[in-house]
């Protein structure tokens, strides 16, 4: 019950595609969805997030779209830059974070 | 504003010896982590404080595990003794508080042999 499940392990789109990742969980007491993205060496870094209230969020290229019933949210990566190639990761909260097993994405030019 | 800190970058240890990570937070951050990081897996959370009390460390392997946070700043991650299987990254990250964004540092790799 403590698990969020992301797919897809790793990824490839083309400079200016649309990059789609998901995650699925089973615990519904997680009451904030977080996407963070990391480069090699560095920590993650918080991307984007949203609550269970709302069904959609959007920031620049960014967007989560959240499914309470289905229980999955996903990040949809618009107009998808080489810049963007890095590993993301999902996460699901109520007390502390619990994290996906990231998708690995890389943008070709 | 300066990031989470963390020391060493890198380390490399034999086996059955002890190891320490130091993490300095984002000055005014009272909340305090230790994740662990496997190769192609996501963070797992090791110990949480707020200021200096470990309110979550109920996933710290506490046989060769243990942490501290003297004074609600620095912390400190030790490994006595370190096993094969504790090859791996370890962030620390920092909040202003238990629901806010956590901020990560970029994490020691450490290799036993």
């Known amino acids: 019950q403590q698990q969020v499940k992301q797919s897809p392990q790793s990824l490839i789109v083309q400079k200016g595609g649309i990059s789609i990742i998901n995650c699925a969980y089973e615990?519904?007491?997680?009451?904030?969805f977080p996407w963070y993205q990391q480069f090699p060496g560095k920590g993650p870094a918080l991307l984007i997030a949203?609550?269970?209230?709302?069904s959609e969020k959007k920031e620049g290229r960014f967007t989560i779209s959240f499914n309470k019933s289905a229980k999955q949210f996903s990040l949809h990566i618009m107009d998808s830059q080489p810049g963007d190639s890095a590993t993301y990761f999902c996460?699901?909260?109520?007390?502390?974070?619990?994290f996906g097993a990231g998708t690995r994405l890389a943008v070709h030019p | 504003e300066a990031g989470v800190v963390q020391s060493p970058r890198y380390k490399i240890i034999e086996k059955k010896q002890p190891v320490a990570f130091w993490c300095n937070p984002i000055?005014?951050?009272?909340?305090l982590y230790w994740y662990l990081q496997n190769l192609g897996q996501g963070p797992e959370l090791l110990i949480r404080?707020?200021?200096?009390?470990?309110?979550?460390d109920s996933q710290l392997p506490k046989d060769r595990f243990s942490a501290e946070r003297l004074k609600g700043v620095d912390s400190t991650l030790k490994i006595q003794p370190a096993e094969l299987g504790d090859s791996a990254v370890y962030l620390c990250?920092?909040?202003?508080?238990?629901?806010?964004?956590?901020?990560f540092g970029p994490g020691t790799r450490l290799t036993v042999l």
């Open positions: 949203i609550r269970p209230d709302v």
């Open positions: 000055s005014g951050h009272n909340t």
């Open positions: 404080y707020e200021n200096e009390e470990a309110v979550d």
């Open positions: 996460a699901a909260s109520y007390n502390k974070l619990i």
């Open positions: 615990n519904t007491a997680f009451d904030y």
């Open positions: 990250a920092s909040a202003r508080g238990e629901y806010n964004e956590q901020f």
